[in-house]
């Protein structure tokens, strides 16, 4: 990259990684959301989400613990109890449960992660430590997929209520929630992003971050698209669908 981009010019950038590079592209999605997955993939799929999911809120608190700036940690800090719950709302974390729980999956198997793929435990803390290591900036742009969020959960949510019967609007409270948190929280990234990447260097590592994240969120799918459709060879300790069917 070559000079300075104006902010509008790097929104249209990262906005071009999401249309090329987010996971609502990858064949394992197509299948979840058209269909054509059976209720063992479709556990598989819930139970490794988890781990992404679970790993939110220490990837976000570990952003707030090194950030001077009030008002970008007084921001974060809500995404944290958004997933971990604060008063009255259970948060994501649980609403995730719900989701795992109606797929007749067992809530302390869930939670232990011990039947996650190996793949997708790297990629979840290969996302943990990009956002402890890199700059402040960076991290703050890696979580720009969510600009992307709210498209893929409007197919999850009736993709999934259409074609599966062991589905219904009973285990969609995570989806329903996140289509206005997501915005919410992609408007303030975008607004920082733009104002904070000053300099040629800082907005190509804030395009390399989203491109990063774009990538761990691409390899979950891969794992799984591996292990249970094609070739179908499931890692020793990983879960089996026949195990519980």
Same mark, same amino acid.
């Given at each position: 990259m070559t000079? %300075?981009?104006?902010?509008?010019?790097?929104?249209d950038r990262l906005r071009q990684i999401g249309a090329t590079r987010y996971h609502n592209l990858h064949p394992f999605h197509a299948l979840l959301h058209g269909g054509r997955c059976d209720k063992g993939q479709v556990?598989?799929?819930?139970?490794?989400r988890f781990c992404y999911q679970a790993a939110i809120p220490r990837k976000d608190a570990s952003l707030i613990g090194r950030c001077h700036d009030p008002e970008l940690r007084r921001e974060w800090l809500h995404r944290v109890a958004d997933h971990d719950g604060s008063g009255d709302d259970?948060?994501?974390?649980?609403?995730?449960l719900i989701l795992t729980g109606g797929l007749g999956l067992d809530r302390d198997y869930v939670t232990s992660q011990r039947g996650a793929l190996p793949a997708t435990r790297?990629? %979840?803390e290969a996302y943990v430590h990009f956002v402890r290591e890199k700059s402040l900036l960076e991290a703050v742009a890696s979580s720009l997929t969510e600009l992307f969020a709210p498209r893929i959960h409007h197919e999850r949510i009736s993709g999934m209520l259409e074609h599966y019967d062991f589905i219904d609007e009973s285990v969609m409270p995570y989806f329903r929630r996140r289509l206005n948190q997501a915005p919410r929280d992609a408007d303030f990234a975008l607004d920082y992003v733009k104002r904070e990447a000053r300099t040629s260097e800082q907005q190509q590592g804030v395009i390399d971050a989203l491109t990063f994240k774009t990538e761990i969120l691409w390899a979950q799918l891969?794992?799984?698209?591996f292990a249970y459709v094609a070739p179908g060879f499931i890692p020793?300790?990983?879960?089996?669908?026949?195990?519980i069917a």
């Open positions: 000079g %300075v981009m104006t902010p509008d010019q790097l929104e556990q598989a799929w819930a139970l490794n259970p948060g994501g974390i649980e609403r995730w790297f990629a %979840v891969d794992a799984l698209y020793p300790g990983a879960f089996d669908p026949k195990d």
